[in-house]
């Protein structure tokens, strides 16, 4: 039911702007109107603090529907998960009550500063500091590649305050658009998910309450990571939405397409193609579900299963949307039709949320 209604809005409410959203390199206000009206915005955030109390698969669902239109819309509720996703699993009571609340009923989107210019893969290089003031912490750095950033108005923080301790000397924050001393680069200029905006975040002598760290001094790098855990679960359903639109769309493509006097479909070649592509989503789709379960009774394993999600996934969703540009031949390379924007949105998920590379690290560290 919640696939047929997120399917549904998806259709009527996203889809028709998301070329234009492509094209114009613009955010997509008129998703995050349509989510924010049907409560998808943020599905995650549980219902003690307002929100629709979604599990890990329910997310997924919404995220995956809204990805099979607009991978660029995709990220309004993926993202709300991953910013606020550490208050959730490592904030104070008080820390919860004052920002989901707000992100629960739309006033405000949740962005994620882990990454800067020169910590990337190595995020635990990071050099943002964070220095105890009396009743006050005060942030300067760069953080770089934020999601959503300019738009959002609450953003987790990577910082250090302990810079002898490497990533045992990180911790977590949450920090207002509105602090002073905060503001942001250009948009960059990307080969996909052009509607989501992506700049750099600038603190300069940011003063913020003492009580806005999110757990424990020294316990941020340890919540970066489990978050993590959780949200690489949401980019495999990116990936798996991506995938499915554009196995949809070369689907009812060769059915229309004749060469040679008949439909291009009724080629053996052509039809092992869809196949390929069919099995291997459906293969892609198993192993994320099966994470957003493991994510959902926090198991164990959960590390492992939500890197594997995530690698396979955005693997597959790269080969489905070259494979479908494939199957339309000349015009698939055209902007007239979709699935080469959909190609190019799928490369997205094989670097963010750490790159496949890393991924691989992750796998091997914590085989089952
Ligand atoms: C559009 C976009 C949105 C993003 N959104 C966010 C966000 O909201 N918040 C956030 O914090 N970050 C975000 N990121 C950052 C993203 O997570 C990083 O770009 C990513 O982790 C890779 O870091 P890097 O770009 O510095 O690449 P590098 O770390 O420099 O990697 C370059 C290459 O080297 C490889 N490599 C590096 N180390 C190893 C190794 N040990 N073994 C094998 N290969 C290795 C990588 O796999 C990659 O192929 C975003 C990035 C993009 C492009």
């Known amino acids: 039911m919640l696939r047929e209604t997120v399917r549904a809005l998806a259709e009527a409410k996203i889809a028709p702007y998301a070329a234009a959203v492509d094209e114009e390199a613009r955010f997509p206000q008129e998703a995050l109107d349509a989510l924010t009206?049907?409560?998808?915005?943020?599905?995650h955030v549980p219902e003690e603090y307002g929100g629709a109390g979604a599990d890990a698969l329910a997310t997924v669902i919404v995220i995956e529907e809204?990805?099979?239109?607009?991978?660029?819309?995709?990220?309004?509720?993926?993202?709300?998960?991953?910013?606020?996703?550490?208050?959730i699993l490592s904030g104070s009571e008080d820390l919860k009550k004052k920002y989901l609340g707000p992100l629960a009923k739309g006033d405000g989107m949740f962005s994620y500063c882990l990454s800067e210019p020169d910590a990337g893969s190595d995020a635990a290089g990071m050099k943002t500091r964070a220095v105890r003031d009396g009743d006050f912490w005060v942030l300067n750095g760069v953080k770089r590649w934020i999601t959503n950033a300019g738009v959002s108005k609450y953003y987790t923080v990577m910082a250090v305050t302990d810079p002898t301790?490497?990533?045992?000397?990180?911790?977590?924050?949450?920090?207002?658009?509105?602090?002073?001393?905060?503001?942001?680069?250009?948009p960059e200029k990307k080969l996909g998910i052009k509607g989501s905006p992506t700049r750099e975040v600038y603190f300069d002598n940011v003063r913020i309450p003492a009580?806005?760290?999110?757990?424990?001094?020294?316990t941020g790098f340890a919540t970066a990571m489990k978050?993590?855990?959780?949200?690489?679960?949401?980019?495999?359903?990116?990936?798996?939405?991506?995938?499915?639109g554009a196995l949809d769309y070369a689907k009812g493509y060769v059915q229309e397409r004749k060469q040679f006097g008949k439909p291009i479909g009724d080629f053996q070649g052509v039809q092992f193609m869809l196949a390929d592509m069919a099995m291997k989503l459906e293969a892609a789709r198993q192993l994320t579900y099966s994470a957003a379960a493991k994510s959902e009774r926090l198991d164990g394993?959960?590390?492992?299963?939500?890197?594997?999600?995530?690698?396979?996934?955005?693997?597959?969703?790269?080969?489905?949307?070259?494979?479908?540009?494939?199957?339309?031949?000349?015009?698939?390379?055209?902007?007239?039709?979709?699935?080469?924007?959909?190609?190019?949105?799928?490369?997205?998920?094989?670097?963010y949320e750490g790159?496949?590379?890393?991924?691989?690290?992750?796998?091997?560290?914590n085989l089952p």
């Open 37 to 43: 009206a049907a409560d998808l915005h943020a599905v």
């Open 66 to 87: 809204v990805a099979r239109v607009c991978a660029s819309s995709s990220l309004i509720p993926a993202v709300n998960k991953l910013g606020s996703l550490p208050v």
């Open 165 to 186: 301790k490497r990533s045992k000397g990180i911790s977590a924050f949450v920090v207002e658009k509105s602090d002073e001393g905060v503001s942001f680069g250009a």
């Open 211 to 218: 009580d806005r760290i999110i757990g424990e001094e020294g």
């Open 227 to 244: 978050t993590l855990d959780h949200t690489r679960i949401t980019i495999a359903a990116q990936a798996l939405g991506i995938a499915q």
């Open 301 to 351: 394993d959960l590390t492992f299963f939500g890197a594997a999600a995530k690698c396979f996934a955005s693997d597959v969703a790269m080969e489905i949307t070259t494979d479908a540009v494939q199957l339309l031949g000349g015009y698939g390379y055209t902007r007239d039709y979709p699935v080469e924007r959909m190609m190019r949105d799928a490369k997205i998920t094989q670097i």
């Open 355 to 365: 790159t496949n590379q890393v991924q691989r690290i992750v796998m091997a560290r």
